[in-house]
């Protein structure tokens, strides 16, 4: 009798755990991930099998540059959200490239320098220009920039990938507890610099085949997740309260993935390569990934502005997606000869990037007359100057040539008859083999003295 007892208590112990883990089978959690070229990522983990009702308890891992702010549960009744050594995360931070654009329409694109990082309404933010010099239109290299007359910044890069790859504290536990409302439960956060992705790109000049890769790093041992990358970063704006300062002001010092993805697809104003499957990133892992191949017909030209001649090649983005910022290798046949950065080419748009050096295409400049008036209010100063063509090589070439005149600059007359854009002249010259031109062209000077 006893027996039989014993083995009716066992076997309804067994059913129960039966049922149990049974339950337990069908609460899962599927992992979404969005990585942003400039080092933000976004995640979101779907918890299903959970019924209207009843509790739901968590208690997971996620990487430690999480910014709290954008912890997001959708599904619960007024969740508890509970973090373990969570440490202070800035959207922005110290060593971050952005671009500043104020309320007047300036902007200002540098390298974010204040000291303990930054934050929206932290205060006047301090920038080096030197970076993006090309861009900006100031006279030092250090601006300081009162929160009150910015509009909006936009995040460029995140430049402390390389020093979190090498953290041993990678991920944080987070601890979310509520009465389920709706299911999936869904938790989504951002967080900057687990994950980033860069395109890369390689192109041939003998046939135009042009392919395109994404490095991918990895600082988080995320698990197996459905991966997007999205061309571009995340649109931040912040409403500013005035404070004392006036104006901007300068300052001299300053205080393991397959290769598989689908079609690329637009979702509002972002373009996405989805990757078919899923992957598993691991931390300290860095992997380079085909994204499309296209081809290209490609345009010979060499270009001069002053410095030294250059080969470059002009094509149209007739491929079915732009070609976001990246790094370009050009090739003939086998051989590397060169690398050059490319900048965003919507579909439809023309472009160009420089090859080489063309050390057999000499092209100088001299002033051959200078002329000075005094008038009672103003002096003017008469400018007449040479290009001097020399192309060596046994072919017939194009040649662009680009000069801007001084600001306060009149164009007055020229032997080849130029393209006007503002201030910068421009001539499209086609030379035969062997052969000298001279370009002259002159321009007026004018300096008011009262």
């Known amino acids: 009798m006893f027996k039989k007892v014993l083995l009716w208590v066992l076997s309804i112990f067994i059913v129960i755990l039966s049922l149990n883990y049974a339950f337990a089978q069908t609460n899962t959690v599927e992992k979404k991930l969005q990585i942003y070229m400039g080092g933000i990522s976004t995640i979101n983990e779907e918890y299903s099998g959970y019924s209207v009702g009843s509790e739901f308890d968590i208690n997971t891992l996620i990487p430690i540059h999480t910014i709290s702010s954008t912890v997001n549960v959708i599904g619960l009744q007024s969740p508890v959200i509970n973090y373990k050594n969570i440490e202070k995360t800035y959207l922005i931070a110290e060593g971050d490239d952005i671009t500043v654009f104020l309320k007047d329409g300036t902007y200002f694109a540098g390298t974010l320098l204040n000291k303990d990082g930054w934050e929206f309404g932290y205060g006047p933010i301090i920038l080096n220009l030197e970076k993006y010099k090309d861009v900006n239109k100031y006279e030092s290299p250090y601006i300081v920039i009162n929160e009150g007359l910015i509009k909006t910044i936009e995040l460029k890069n995140l430049n402390n990938i390389e020093k979190l790859l090498s953290d041993k504290s990678d991920s944080m536990n987070i601890i979310i507890n509520g009465s389920v409302k709706s299911t999936p439960i869904i ?169 080489e050096i063309a050390y057999d295409v000499d092209i100088s400049e001299k002033i051959s007359r200078e002329d000075t008036s005094i008038l009672a209010d103003r002096t003017i100063t008469t400018t007449t100057k040479e290009i001097n063509i020399n192309n060596y090589k046994n072919k017939r070439i194009e040649i662009k040539i680009e000069r801007t005149l001084p600001y306060n600059s009149n164009f007055v007359e020229a032997n080849v008859k130029p393209t006007i854009e503002g201030k910068t002249l421009k001539w499209n010259i086609i030379a035969d083999a062997n052969k000298k031109y001279v370009i002259s062209y002159t321009y007026e000077t004018i300096k008011t003295t009262k």
């Not at 900057?192 to 135009?208: E, H, S, T, V």
């Not at 970063?233 to 300052?251: C, D, K």
């Open 187 to 355: 938790v989504a956060y951002a967080t900057r610099d687990a994950f980033r992705w860069r395109p890369q790109y390689i192109i041939n000049l003998d046939n135009g085949n042009f392919n395109g890769y994404a490095e991918i790093a990895s600082n988080f041992d995320l698990g197996e997740t459905n991966l997007t990358l999205i061309l571009g970063n995340p649109y931040i704006e912040e409403i500013y309260a005035a404070t004392s300062y006036p104006e901007a002001m300068r300052a001299e010092s300053p205080g393991g993935v397959g290769a598989s993805f689908g079609e690329i697809t637009q979702v509002g104003e972002q373009w996405q390569y989805p990757y078919k499957g899923k992957v598993k990133l691991s931390k300290g892992n860095i992997t380079k990934v085909p994204l499309f191949d296209t081809k290209f017909n490609l345009k010979e030209f060499y270009f001069w502005n002053g410095g030294r001649t250059m080969l470059k090649y002009g094509f149209k983005n007739i491929s079915k997606n732009p070609i976001a910022n990246g790094t370009l290798s050009i090739y003939r046949e086998n051989t590397w000869i060169g690398q050059d950065i490319l900048k965003w080419v919507s579909m439809d748009e023309e472009s160009e990037f420089t090859a």
